[in-house]
Structures are given as structure tokens and as C-alpha cells.
């Protein structure tokens, strides 16, 4: 019988297990965290996003520049599929309103239990082997053997070995789950390229910061109804309606993550990246100079912007905080302001702050099954490869769909039918 290790218990380690295991294949996962899939699981917190029900060619497209290399994946595990995968565990998902799919239940943790029971106690074949708090090291300096694995576990180092490898490591984000990025030095050394791993899905501090009025009071608050406008110095343009938080030191939240890989590109470039925020996008520029030009007679600015256009809060806040005097009082300053507020952001938040990574092993160093040139024998799926994409279920998809695709890689390889 065949012996594969798989390096991660996160949804890609997982998927190639239980490739490899229903094939027969007898399977060794390792993970450094006292139980598997706990991003999995905080992914969870909010409701499990597993997929996106879009059209396929749209789904694709959310990929960007590893579009071609993540929809070759995709063929063989798409969303549909992802669907399936969930009602064979015994979960029904739904689609939501925007689009995205959930598991009826919106739950992760019932999920994964079925998963991980069916890993350990197949209707066939030998059940998955987990190795918990084992902690991959690397190769030994004096062993050219790249199937043969080192790692700490509470008990001392261990050696281990098998026909195959699957490293599923993840990538630099949240690494008190497990991803730490930590492989990147090791993978190098043996001559793999790897992309330098970069915040993705992230916020933002702003130039200079907020105010500590502002801070006080409206850190952690959102911008609701508002839209984003940003052309990057490359001439991309992207423009979407949605909301935001406030942080402490910048913006962060979903209509900024949809941003991020370009608003951190245009800082990488030329060290700031300016968006425009448009308070009102559902009113036209016209129509937002005409009320504030409206005669207020006795009444203040913020109760004149508040009864004509519903501007208060941390709408009106921004404004305070980012316009001087003389343009608040300027009605074709500050109407112009509304629709266009620009914010400049010159660094995003650390790695280990963000939802996901960009940058890894890149395609250009594996073959089609995802095994890497240099190290025959080895394969890599998830997010340690070098591709992104923003949050709606298309990061767990894609991970899923690589992690089957190592898993077929490695039947193909040791020539298991």
C-alpha cells in the first residue's frame, strides 16, 4: 500500500486526505495546532461562505491575474460540486441574497465533524491518520530525500516518510491558527520559487491617521449606503457600493477588502493609494449641490446636512475630519466632497491582521498536477500558492478545488488507479 503525507488540516490538506484515502492510499496528516481546520472554523464564525453562485465565467474572473491557472482547477471542483461535496456529508447548503452559499445551517463545525468522520472511518479502505501537534520543520540539511519530513511535537523531534508529500501549509495570515508563513525559507532552499506572501482581504491606515476626536468617537463604526471610487496609477479603475468600517488608525471592512489588492499594489508602487468616497451615491451631484446651496436661514451646517440629505454621524464626522473650514463652507466644495471625499491610504494593516495571502509557490514552478519541478514527489495546494481573491466564498473554493487537484496529482504520480 501507498503512504502519503499531507502537511495541513486546513479545507486543502483535508480535501487531498480524503482524495488520496478513498483511493485507497494510506494517508498521514500533520498538523502544528492541537485539532484541524480552526481557520475553517473561524471562517465559520459569521456563517460558513463555501461558494458563490454566480455564473462560472464571473466566478473565474474574481481571480485576476491567476484567472487561467485557478480555473483549470476549477473544472474539477467548482461550485456546483462544492455543493455536492457539503449534501454527501449530509449538509444542505442555500443560496443567500447576495449570491452566496451557505450550508443550511450556516454552521462550520457540523460540517467539518461529519467530514473528519468520514476521514477516519471510510466506508473502504484505510481512515486518515492525524498527527496533531507536530509542527513541520523542514528537510534535514544532509538529506536529499524530499519525501522524508522533519517535526517538533510536544514529545521531541520526529522523522517521518512516505511515496508523496502534500504541503497544505496556508499562508501568512492568522498565524496563531497555524499560518505562519514559516516554509517559505525552506521551500527556497530547495530551489522553489515563491512569491513574497502580501496582506490580501485587509484594511488600511491612513495618511496621518485620524484625529483623536474622531478616533474616540467613531473607531469601529461603519459607513452605510456609500460607494468607492479608485483608479490605480496603472489606470485600473474599480468602483462598488457597499460599506466600511472606521478603524483606529484607517478603513477596513468589506467594500474595502473588495479594494485591497489594488489599493495595496498602487502603496507597493508609489507609497499611497487615494480612493474617493462617495456619501451619497444613490443621489446625483446636481441634486446634492442644489440641497446644499438650499437656504438654511438660523439653522446649523450639521443640522442643515442632516435635514436635506441625511448627513450626520460618522458620514458628517469624515467630512469634519478631512475638509477644512473654509471648504465646510464652501457649497460647491463641500458638495463636491460628498460625492468624492478622497482618502489616502499609505500602508495596509500588518499580515497577520488579514482575512488572506497573496503571493506563494508559483504556478510557474509545479506542473499541472500541482507538483512542484524541483521536488518530484511533492505537491502543494491552498492558499500557500501564489493566487487571490476576494471574500464570497471563491478563497475556500479554490482551496478546495487545489487540494483535489494535488490529491488526483498524487494518484497519478505513485500510479494508483
Known amino acids: ?35 484541524v481546520g480552526r481557520k475553517f472554523l473561524l471562517a465559520g464564525k459569521g456563517g460558513l461562505n463555501l461558494t458563490h453562485s454566480e455564473p462560472v465565467d464571473i466566478f473565474a474572473s474574481r481571480y485576476g491575474a491567476r484567472r487561467q491557472q485557478i480555473e483549470a482547477l476549477l473544472k474539477g471542483f467548482d461550485g456546483g460540486q462544492v455543493c455536492a461535496w457539503a449534501k454527501g456529508l449530509g449538509v444542505d447548503t442555500f443560496v443567500g441574497t447576495s449570491g452566496r452559499v451557505f450550508p443550511s445551517d450556516m454552521k462550520a463545525a457540523p460540517l467539518l465533524r461529519a467530514w473528519l468522520h468520514r476521514l477516519r472511518h471510510p466506508a473502504a479502505g484505510p481512515g486518515v491518520q492525524f498527527h496533531m501537534r507536530h509542527r513541520w520543520t523542514g528537510w534535514s540539511a544532509d538529506n536529499t530525500e524530499c519525501t522524508h519530513l522533519n517535526f517538533d511535537t510536544p514529545q521531541g523531534p520526529v522523522q517521518a516518510q512516505a511515496d508523496a508529500v502534500v ?12 499560518s505562519n508563513g514559516a516554509w517559505v525559507p525552506w521551500l527556497q532552499a530547495r530551489g522553489v520559487a515563491v512569491a513574497p506572501l502580501l496582506p490580501s482581504n485587509c484594511g488600511f491606515d491612513a495618511k496621518g491617521g485620524w484625529s483623536e476626536h474622531f478616533t474616540s468617537r467613531f473607531a469601529g463604526q461603519p459607513f452605510k449606503s456609500v460607494a468607492i471610487h479608485f483608479t490605480t496609477s496603472q489606470g485600473v479603475s474599480f468602483q462598488r457600493k457597499g460599506e466600511f468600517v472606521a478603524t483606529a488608525t484607517g478603513v477596513e471592512g468589506s467594500l474595502i477588502y473588495a479594494a485591497s489588492s489594488l489599493l495595496r499594489d498602487d502603496i507597493i508602487r508609489q507609497g499611497h493609494a487615494t480612493f474617493h468616497l462617495d456619501l451619497l451615491p ?23 446636512l442632516k435635514s436635506r440629505l441625511s448627513i450626520d454621524g460618522i458620514k458628517a464626522a469624515m467630512l469634519h475630519e478631512l475638509l477644512s473650514k473654509a471648504q465646510m463652507n464652501d457649497p460647491a466644495q463641500l458638495a463636491a466632497a460628498i ?31 500541482l507538483m512542484l519541478e524541483q521536488l518530484p514527489g511533492v505537491f502543494c495546494a491552498g492558499e500557500m500558492l501564489d493566487w487571490e481573491a476576494p471574500t464570497g466564498g471563491y478563497l475556500i473554493t479554490a482551496c478546495f478545488s487545489s487540494g483535489k487537484r494535488a490529491g488526483e496529482g498524487v494518484l497519478a504520480y505513485l500510479g494508483v488507479k
Open 339 to 369: 460625492k468624492a471625499l478622497p482618502i489616502t491610504l499609505v500602508a495596509a494593516r500588518p499580515l497577520d491582521e488579514a482575512i488572506s495571502t497573496a503571493g506563494g509557490v508559483l504556478f510557474e514552478v509545479m506542473d499541472k498536477n
Open 167 to 178: 504541503l497544505a501549509l496556508g499562508g501568512g495570515s492568522w498565524a496563531r491558527l497555524g
Open 282 to 304: 444613490d443621489m446625483a451631484a446636481e441634486k446634492v449641490l442644489a440641497e446644499v446651496r438650499h437656504p438654511r436661514g438660523s439653522r446649523s451646517l450639521s443640522s442643515h
Open 1 to 35: 500500500m501507498k503512504k502519503v503525507i499531507v502537511v495541513g488540516g486546513g479545507p486543502a490538506g483535508l480535501m487531498a486526505a480524503d482524495v488520496l484515502s478513498s483511493a485507497g492510499v494510506e494517508v498521514h496528516l500533520y498538523d502544528a495546532m492541537p485539532s
